[in-house]
C-alpha cells in the first residue's frame, strides 16, 4: 500500500489525474484523494461506507461497502 499512497500518488497527482482512489481490503477502507496541485493531492477521505461520485461521472454513485467486501 505504501506504493499506493506514495509513488503512484505523486505520479498521478503530477499527471493531473482528478480522482485517484486506493481500495485497501486489508484495512477495509477506500481512500480517495482529489485536486491535484504541485505534485500532490490536496483532498484526501477516507471512507469505510457510504457513496462515493466519481469527478469525471458526478450523476454516478459507487457504493463503497461492495468495494470493500469483494
Do not use: C
Amino acid at each position: 500500500m505504501a506504493k499506493d499512497l506514495e509513488t503512484k500518488r505523486k505520479t498521478y497527482a503530477s499527471a493531473g489525474i482528478q480522482d485517484y482512489w486506493v481500495v485497501n481490503l486489508k484495512l477495509r477502507v477506500v481512500t480517495v484523494l482529489r485536486q491535484p496541485h504541485q505534485g500532490d493531492y490536496q483532498v484526501e477521505a477516507t471512507m469505510t461506507d457510504g457513496d462515493i461520485y466519481p469527478m469525471a461521472f458526478p450523476e454516478l454513485a459507487i457504493a463503497v461497502r461492495p468495494l470493500l467486501d469483494g
